[in-house]
């Protein structure tokens, strides 16, 4: 496995990258960045990542290095470096250096670094068989109002929640609101089918606005599938037709089994099939393109 990360102007080796321990991404997580993968040597969505790179950076008030334009060409030539016939790239932009103090206005230089590894994707039977999840609960930063919807690196919370749930033989943890609502996976958008149409919880109830989520939302819009944006408890998971999570490198994972209960038939469905496949097409649409 090839892996290459851009830092201070040039690509280099994983073990020649260096960033001060007075970053404050290092010292509190104060970073914002974005995952995205290749397809035939090819980043797909870049821009939009890009895009919501910036808007992540600009709610919390870190300011950018260079350009988007910029970024995007660093970007090519960490994977050109790299040399992998597909890569997952990791986009981040730290506050920069500083004092350790809690006060922003005294980091400095922005840092942006980029990795570019060779992507690991899920075993085929995960596509196969489908996943079973745990839902659960976990403080994250950006249940604040000031950081929601923002792609944040503090990740502890999920991390622990994650970790606890994969303890227990599950694929993935989905987050629950202050009020039991599901909002998303902790790496993950949610998506429940049941009588006749595609529900998933609003952005506005605190989830990330997901780039594949929002390629999901228009497929099935185009394909004439009723689309549904409100909340959603555990018990509609467990009553739907059809359960399935998104993310950019694992794309669309049926799910199976919701705190140990059988979802439909325990296989994955036609519909999350159907709208796997579509979004496949798209993404060789765009890359071929």
Request: glycine share 8%; proline share 5%; with cysteine.
């Amino acid at each position: 496995m090839t892996s290459k990360v851009w830092i201070d102007g040039a690509p280099c080796d994983p073990e020649h990258a260096r960033i001060s321990v007075f970053d404050r991404g290092f010292l509190y997580g104060d970073s914002v960045f974005e995952v995205l993968r290749t397809y035939g040597g090819v980043p797909f969505a870049l821009q939009e990542h890009l895009d919501r790179l910036a808007r992540s950076a600009e709610q919390i008030w870190i300011p950018l290095p260079m350009s988007l334009d910029m970024i995007s060409r660093e970007v090519h030539r960490t994977l050109e470096a790299a040399g992998n016939e597909d890569s997952s790239i990791r986009v981040v932009v730290t506050r920069g250096s500083g004092p350790m103090s809690l006060d922003l206005s005294t980091a400095r230089d922005p840092q942006l670094v980029i990795f570019a590894a060779e992507v690991v994707t899920p075993a085929a039977q995960t596509y196969r068989k489908g996943v079973s999840v745990l839902t659960g609960r976990a403080s994250r930063p950006t249940d604040d109002a000031l950081a929601a919807g923002v792609k944040a690196s503090n990740y502890l919370s999920s991390l622990l929640a994650v970790h606890a749930a994969k303890r227990q033989g599950a694929y993935e943890v989905v987050l629950l609101g202050r009020s039991g609502e599901v909002l998303e996976g902790a790496t993950s958008n949610i998506f429940a089918f049941a009588e006749g149409s595609l529900h998933t919880p609003r952005v506005e109830a605190g989830i990330l606005a997901g780039i594949t989520r929002a390629w999901i939302l228009r497929l099935a819009e185009a394909m004439g599938i009723r689309v549904v944006q409100s909340p959603l408890f555990p018990r509609d998971l467990y009553a739907a037709d059809e359960v399935f999570l998104t993310s950019s490198i694992r794309e669309v994972v049926p799910v199976v089994e919701v705190d140990g209960v059988r979802i439909a038939s325990g296989a994955p469905g036609p519909m999350t099939q159907r709208l796997h496949r579509a979004y496949r097409d798209e993404i060789s649409r765009h890359c071929e393109s």
